[in-house]
């Protein structure tokens, strides 16, 4: 920013200093605040739009591990374990184990 403005005052200064008139110069800086008032929100616009657009669909819903791996768990539901513990029976199904004395 500071170097495109030390650029332009640098032309003014020359423009100026070869015989130029203030009051062209500044006709032709307010022509161009016109053309370009809105260029800073248009662009800021711009690149939201499109962020949104570039959006990736959301990943899959399934807990992962630390290493990006399934869990046990969710494997075990997809495959309708419904008592982890080993059965494979429906949860009715299932007797208790006996107590140990």
């Known amino acids: 920013m500071y170097l495109s403005q030390a650029r332009a ?24 605040l016109k053309d370009f008032a ?10 939201a739009e499109l962020k ?4 990736t669909p959301s990943l899959d819903p399934t807990p992962l591990s630390p290493g990006g791996h399934r869990s046990v768990e969710t494997l075990a ?10 059965s494979l029976l429906p949860a ?5 184990s006996e107590e140990l004395d």
Request: glycine share 8%.
């Open 9 to 32: 005052n640098a032309q003014l200064i020359k423009t100026l200093e070869e015989g130029g008139v203030l009051a062209t110069e500044k006709d032709q800086v307010e022509e161009w």
């Open 38 to 47: 809105n260029a800073e929100v248009d662009f800021t616009n711009f690149i």
């Open 52 to 55: 949104e657009e570039l959006k």
């Open 77 to 86: 539901d997809e495959a309708g374990v419904t008592d982890q513990s080993g």
């Open 92 to 96: 009715e199904d299932i007797r208790p």
